[in-house]
């Protein structure tokens, strides 16, 4: 919650931005500041109230709170670290992972849930996001109020994780069956397994919300436990990880 009581040196409005548009412009305008002021900021990206902790924990300063009315989300941020939230820094270990999920093909979504698996069954803290056609993987048919455009997205795009198609050789789908099939002779688990092994080991899913709004996919059908982030949210694991793959 933000606090009432707190007086705000600068207030931008960024609603109707979409990520990185609302970060880029808290940037600029605490270049602005001096340390103890307070930035409030509007927006409607979902994202951002997860982006603004990342981003505020990676810049050192201090998200005072987040509060919600109406579809409208207002942080207020303090350019500095407060004496009750000044922290000795420790150096990372770099024990963690974080992978971009870029591609929709079957084949390459199997590499990234694989490597996340291995990872995770290492000790390693993983993160995947999920952006554009990556998407797919994190979908399940759900009713969702679209209109034509949206409509037509989710037309073309696969309905869900057992709807990939393979990035080469996918001959109107009979490739991807092949491949699934010879999957299950081989012992090798499928893409479904692959996911809810990832999960109960504590891999970490977040769907680009930037992504989302451009290819009309709405909140009810992501796949419960799969969270929202934008740029900032990733990149605040990015630069804690030591290992970062685009797939």
Not at 29 to 58: H, P, Q, R, Y
Not at 77 to 97: P, Y
């Amino acid at each position: 919650m933000i606090q009432k009581n707190v007086t705000a040196k600068v207030e931008i409005n960024a609603c109707g931005l979409q990520c990185p548009g609302p970060i880029t412009r808290v940037y600029t305008a605490m270049n602005e500041l001096a340390d103890g002021d307070v930035l409030e900021v509007k927006v409607t990206d979902i994202g951002f109230t997860k982006d603004i902790n990342s981003w505020c924990s990676t810049t050192g300063n201090t998200l005072i709170g987040v509060h919600e009315d109406d579809g409208v989300y207002t942080a207020q941020i303090m350019k500095g670290k407060t004496e009750q939230t000044l922290e000795t820094k420790v150096f990372e270990n770099h024990n963690s992972a974080t992978i971009i999920v870029f591609s929709g093909d079957l084949d390459k979504t199997m590499a990234a849930f694989i490597i996340a698996n291995g990872a995770a069954s290492m000790g390693k803290k993983v993160t995947m996001f999920f952006t554009f056609w990556g998407l797919s993987a994190v979908k399940r048919r759900a009713h969702a109020q679209k209109n034509a455009m949206e409509k037509m997205f989710d037309i073309m795009l696969p309905a869900d994780i057992t709807k990939l198609g393979l990035s080469k050789m996918n001959m109107a789908g009979m490739g991807s069956a092949m491949m699934k099939k010879i999957m299950k002779e081989k012992n090798v688990d499928d893409l479904p397994t692959l996911m809810q092994s990832a999960r109960n080991l504590g891999v970490k899913l977040i769907a680009c919300s930037m992504s989302m709004d451009v290819m009309g996919i709405k909140k009810e059908e992501l796949l419960e436990g799969v969270e929202i982030g934008g740029v900032a949210t990733y990149l605040g694991d990015a630069q804690k990880s030591g290992i970062n793959l685009f797939i």
